[in-house]
């Protein structure tokens, strides 16, 4: 959908918004909320956080809205510079963009973001939030990529193949209504125009 580089980065930044809120969600609540009440000794997340100081980021208590920020600037950069070139790259190897309906090609271009993000910021989650009190382990972190990466992927494919990206195409339709018309009647024009000839 995104034609030019301004529309690429608007639509990045949608996704990303939506996607970190959901991420940042998931990982306290479904991944570590156990392990945060069972340190503190209380019943609920937000409240076991609250008694830790933060989210533990480098060992250092971070606010759940610093988390939110690091993860945000993070995710946008590598989707900016990663993830959304190389997924166009590799839903091309596999469809021709003009011979293949949009929706499977953009769900082809979901599915290899996600099959590129999610490693990536998966790793970036288990350095922030790796335990380096017991010392630094390269085995224990790669055990922790993987584990991360077990428990994002599947949340990750679902959540973006059936609710994120149709957010966002719904969102980014209403911002570039005015130049995704002038395209449709650009194409209508054109098509009218090779009938004629």
Known sequence: MPRNQFQR?????????????????????VIHGNMFMQITGETG???????????????????IWAVVLIEF??????????????????????????ETHPVLFETAIICATVGIMCPVMSFIAALLYYNYQTGFNMWTL??????????????????????IQPIVRTIFKVIFAKDIKA?????????E?????
């Open 9 to 29: 980065m608007v639509f990045a930044f949608i996704t990303v918004v939506i996607t970190v809120h959901a991420y940042v969600f998931y990982s306290l609540y």
């Open 45 to 63: 997340v937000l409240s076991a956080i609250n008694k830790m100081g933060g989210v533990p980021v480098f060992d250092t208590p971070v606010p």
């Open 73 to 98: 600037v993070l995710a946008y950069l590598l989707e900016n510079v990663l993830g959304s070139p190389l997924s166009f790259k590799l839903a091309c190897k596999n469809f021709n963009p003009r």
């Open 142 to 163: 790669l055990a922790e990529w993987l584990k991360l990466m077990c428990y994002n992927f599947p949340f990750a494919f679902f959540t973006q193949l059936f609710f």
């Open 183 to 191: 395209r449709n009647s650009a194409k209508q024009a054109n098509k």
């Open 193 to 197: 125009q090779k009938v004629t000839v």
